[in-house]
């Protein structure tokens, strides 16, 4: 049987395909989580052969979760499904570990063979993605970049982003001109807005 932990912050959606993959006889969930810390903990404690996981979600995303299995030599092997076909976000995904890329359009019959194949040791993605991934460029933010501009796009002023942080006002002034300056954004609106579209964020 290979062991599967299901992530994803919309209900529906979580039990849809919690419900769907059980249907299987050779896959069985051993745990579902609705955030990215909720996810983490979990695989933790289970150690599953399998992550499926959304990429946008409170707290830490998919590919958080899947960099962070992968720092702490978990046997698990991530597979990610979402509504967002960003080349940037392929990209980011290939970097942390993830083995398997879907949309959620995908068939259930096509995500469950995904499943399978990453399970034994095979990589899964879409080869239109892979190429939209290939001519996309390199995402120019640093993770401390992303992490300030992902505050930003939350409305939150440069002192609580700061606080959040740890870091002072002026240091967080400066990343923000500087992602905004790598993304051609002309302010920190319009430079999430950019880097969010092409999956940087």
Do not use: C, H
Request: glycine share 10%; net charge neutral.
């Amino acid at each position: 049987m290979i062991r599967i932990v299901v992530a994803e912050d919309q209900v529906m959606v979580l039990g849809a395909l919690a419900s769907l993959l059980a249907l299987e006889p050779d896959l069985t969930i051993v745990g579902q989580a609705r955030d990215g810390e909720a996810a983490l903990a979990l695989v933790r404690d289970v150690v599953p052969d399998i992550l499926l996981t959304d990429i946008e979600m409170p707290g830490l995303t998919g590919i958080d979760i899947a960099a962070a299995i992968g720092a702490g030599g978990l046997a698990t092997r991530v597979v990610i499904v979402t509504t967002f076909a960003r080349p940037g976000y392929l990209a980011r995904a290939r970097e942390a570990g993830v083995r398997g890329y879907l949309l959620k359009d995908a068939p259930i019959d096509t995500l469950a063979d995904a499943i399978r194949t990453v399970a034994a040791g095979g990589r899964v993605i879409p080869p239109e993605l892979a190429a939209a991934a290939w001519d996309a460029g390199t995402d120019p933010l640093s993770a401390r970049e992303r992490a300030v501009l992902r505050l930003a796009e939350e409305g939150l002023p440069n002192k609580e982003i700061a606080r959040r942080l740890a870091l002072s006002p002026g240091t967080i002034r400066n990343y923000l001109a500087d992602a905004a300056a790598k993304v051609g954004g002309g302010n920190r609106i319009e430079a999430g807005r950019l880097a969010r579209s092409k999956g940087w964020l």
